[in-house]
């Protein structure tokens, strides 16, 4: 659990608006996933990287949501013109390729 | 792709006694099903996993079993107590270094 973190834990924002989300895991983890966690169901899967190369988008609901990670460390999910149905809990999770996948902490996103 | 249905939504058990959570997967390709436990606002942890080489993992009061054959795994969980009300997810993959697929989640709650 202590090996990674994201920010900012909550985010409130108005219909329209830009948001990211930040995950920040310790170094040598060579795989990272964002998944996507409705109110009362499981998370689901929006994309994952190996290193820098984003190998698997294919669970990005719509064109507004971009995900990145440029050196393959920190990656940020990009949400733009945010929707009310994009509030959720945003859960990165990362692992050391074949080995289990640990959840960060979550960003609870909002839209008014 | 692979789809996984869980069962009970809910549970509830007296303390003491024993809780069993059921999951199903559709893919045969699936080799890899760990479960994970949320308590409210926190981030899923790993409790157990399973992979198919194996039909049977414990773990002090946690045991899974899994029937390849019939594309089922249970998560079982004795001497329960009151620390163990949460919400469990059961997950499949083909290996562990790929995206997971979540079933609905239990909430398990455990009465003193």
């Known amino acids: 659990g202590a090996g990674v973190s994201q920010s900012p834990r909550y985010k409130v924002a108005k219909r329209g608006q830009d948001v990211a989300l930040r995950c920040d895991p310790i170094?040598?983890?060579?795989?990272l996933f964002w998944y996507q966690q409705a109110l009362g169901q499981g998370p689901e899967f929006l994309t994952y990287f190996q290193n820098e190369a984003q190998l698997d988008k294919s669970g990005l609901p719509s064109d507004r949501f971009f995900a990145e990670r440029p050196e393959g460390s920190v990656s940020t999910l990009k949400i733009q013109r945010t929707q009310q149905e994009d509030s959720a809990v945003y859960l990165c999770a990362i692992s050391s390729g074949r080995e289990t996948q640990y959840f960060g902490p979550g960003t609870r996103l909002t839209v008014l | 792709g692979e789809n996984v249905e869980q069962h009970p939504s809910t549970l509830s058990v007296q303390e003491g006694d024993s809780a069993v959570i059921k999951c199903t997967y559709s893919d045969s390709a699936s080799n890899y099903f760990p479960w994970y436990k949320q308590e409210l606002g926190k981030r899923p942890q790993l409790i157990i996993d399973?992979?198919?080489?194996?039909g049977e993992k414990k773990d002090q009061r946690i045991a899974v079993t899994l029937n390849k054959t019939a594309k089922h795994f249970s998560l079982h969980i004795t001497e329960t107590q009151p620390e163990d009300s949460a919400v469990y997810f059961c997950a499949a993959t083909y290996n562990a270094g790929n995206m997971l697929t979540f079933g609905g989640g239990t909430r398990l709650m455990v009465k003193p």
């Open positions: 399973i992979r198919s080489n194996v």
């Open positions: 170094s040598g983890h060579v795989s």
